[in-house]
């Protein structure tokens, strides 16, 4: 674990395991803490890890470096279902490429801007940055 980067991470119940410093990115290998999982259809907790699964999310920037997050999705089985499933995170939706917080951020941008500008000062494309928009204010 990397006690700093976890820190300065500060998503609840998230820990940075390891990192590469790429120049302009910085990619955090993050790992949720807990071991314990509860099944979203019977409500069983399971421990028993099936798989893991990394994603590449992006975060909110740090020291003018870009963050991605090399984010470990597990999957566990459950033994009264039997079946697996796969844990979910306050901090970014199911399938999202993007955390919560840094949707947040590009929302915030938009409102001041306009979303080709935001796209290009972002590195991201007109259709990401849509998507994005488009991603939060279905969630509120
Ligand atoms: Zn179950």
């Not at 033994?79 to 840094?102: A, L, M, N, W, Y």
Request: aromatic residues 6%; glycine residues 2%; hydrophobic residues 35%.
């Amino acid at each position: 674990m990397q006690p700093l980067l976890t820190q300065l991470l500060d998503l609840p119940g998230m820990d940075v395991e390891d990192y590469s410093d790429l120049g302009r990115e910085l990619v955090l290998e993050v790992e949720a803490r807990t071991t314990k999982v509860t099944c979203p259809r019977c409500g069983n907790d399971s421990t028993h890890l099936h798989q893991n699964h990394w994603h590449l999310v992006r975060d909110l920037s740090m020291s003018q470096h870009s963050v991605l997050l090399k984010l470990n999705r597990r999957q566990f089985k459950c033994h009264v279902c039997q079946k697996p499933f796969s844990e979910t995170f306050e901090f970014i939706g199911e399938r999202r490429r993007h955390t919560d917080r840094f949707a947040q951020m590009i929302v915030q941008q938009v409102i001041h801007s306009d979303l080709h500008n935001v796209a290009k000062q972002n590195d991201l494309t007109d259709e990401e940055v849509a998507s994005i928009v488009q991603y939060l204010s279905k969630k509120k």
